[in-house]
T-cell receptor
Framework: AQSVTQLGSHVSVSEGALVLLRCNYS??????LFWYVQYPNQGLQLLLK??????LVKGINGFEAEFKKSETSFHLTKPSAHMSDAAEYFC??????????????FGKGTHLIIQP | DAGVIQSPRHEVTEMGQEVTLRCKPI?????LFWYRQTMMRGLELLIY????????DSGMPEDRFSAKMPNASFSTLKIQPSEPRDSAVYFC????????????FGSGTRLTVV
């Protein structure tokens, strides 16, 4: 079974400040890891994903995340927050082996608030 | 590519009524997923299909919920009878690969049961 824990249901940062959204996962097999963003009244959009290879993954809108196996973490960062980054962010894990369900298991989400 | 298309976008119905939500996946995608999103429980996987066959429906909350995928381009999620606690946003997603790769979400159906 897989699970995802996102620390902090709400994170508030000032415009221009560093954004750090935390995600820890649990998986019995090598995981695929994802970050999604959801703007109000919209579906989820993929920000970035980790499958294999380089552990630092770059995504859209200046976001990146680093896979740390020893810490079972996949934290999302952005050096300088912009007002347009205000949204709900979801971390997700899936089974890379293909033997189990193909569905993603999501964390409960972190609401990112950008202060002017 | 029009993406994953869900209808209706909003649905308001009275308790006890039947509700049918619809989803058209991206052409060529062979997996389809139904999720429910609420403030209390977040995003929950209800059921998923692979090549039109239901693979895992362990997330379906109870017998009032049923889902079908009669062909590769159409799926429905039905609630009968509906209850106020079913109020949520229901998302459909489709994928062409294993491991959650290639996932694309629809815009969701906001269901309100009064």
């Amino acid at each position: 079974a897989q699970s995802v824990t996102q620390l902090g249901s709400h994170v508030s940062v000032s415009e221009g400040a560093l954004v750090l959204l935390r995600c820890n996962y649990s998986s019995s097999v090598p995981p695929y890891l994802f970050w999604y963003v959801q703007y109000p009244n919209q579906g989820l959009q993929l920000l970035l994903k980790y499958t294999t290879g380089a552990t630092l993954v770059k995504g859209i809108n200046g976001f990146e995340a680093e896979f740390k196996k020893s810490e079972t973490s996949f934290h999302l960062t952005k050096p300088s927050a912009h007002m347009s980054d205000a949204a709900e962010y979801f971390c997700a894990v899936s089974d890379s082996s293909g033997g189990g369900a193909d569905g993603l298991t999501f964390g409960k989400g972190t609401h990112l608030i950008i202060q002017p | 590519d029009a993406g994953v298309i869900q209808s209706p976008r909003h649905e308001v119905t009275e308790m006890g009524q039947e509700v049918t939500l619809r989803c058209k996946p991206i052409s060529g995608h062979n997996s389809l997923f139904w999720y429910r999103q609420t403030m209390m429980r977040g995003l929950e996987l209800l059921i998923y299909f692979n090549n039109n066959v239901p693979i895992d429906d362990s997330g379906m909350p109870e017998d009032r919920f049923s889902a079908k995928m009669p062909n590769a381009s159409f799926s429905t999620l039905k609630i009968q009878p509906s209850e106020p606690r079913d109020s949520a946003v229901y998302f459909c997603a489709s994928s062409f690969a294993v491991g959650g790769l290639g996932y694309t979400f629809g815009s969701g159906t906001r269901l309100t049961v009064v």
